[in-house]
Nanobody, 125 residues
Framework: QVQLVESGGGLVQAGASLRLSCVAS????????MAWFRQAPGKEREFVAK?????????NYADSVRGRFTIARDNAKNTVYLQMNGLKPEDTAVYYC?????????????????WGKGTLVTVSS
């Protein structure tokens, strides 16, 4: 397993942009599918985006964020990013970084081995 630490959350107005970062420990980062999930107040955790290993040739997004969010990875820095543009109040949530071995099942959580503790994103209207 890897340890994951997220950063970059904050309070922004609707329409603004934020970039979340997630740094992973260990030397096996490039062998993991990486993903972002989020959990809004009173709601279940939901999939946001995922990126394949080793080079991120494949990505996938939730319909609610496709076209606004971009996931990317930098294996040299053991880091995965989530660029969020055109933020909406409904994007308000705690965002979690996740790592797994199976790209296909990562989006439903089954393929996830490690979770970060989350970073809060608040979007005001």
């Amino acid at each position: 397993q890897v340890q994951l630490v997220e950063s970059g959350g904050g309070l922004v107005q609707a329409g603004a942009s934020l970039r979340l970062s997630c740094v992973a420990s260990g030397r096996t980062f490039s062998t993991y599918t990486m993903a972002w999930f989020r959990q809004a107040p009173g709601k279940e955790r939901e999939f946001v985006a995922k990126i394949s290993w080793p080079n991120g040739d494949s990505t996938n997004y939730a319909d609610s964020v496709r076209g606004r969010f971009t996931i990317a990875r930098d294996n040299a820095k053991n880091t995965v990013y989530l660029q969020m543009n055109g933020l909406k109040p409904e994007d308000t949530a705690v965002y979690y970084c996740a790592a797994g071995r199976n790209y296909r099942t990562a989006s439903d959580g089954r393929g996830i081995d490690s979770w970060g503790k989350g970073t809060l994103v608040t979007v005001s209207s």
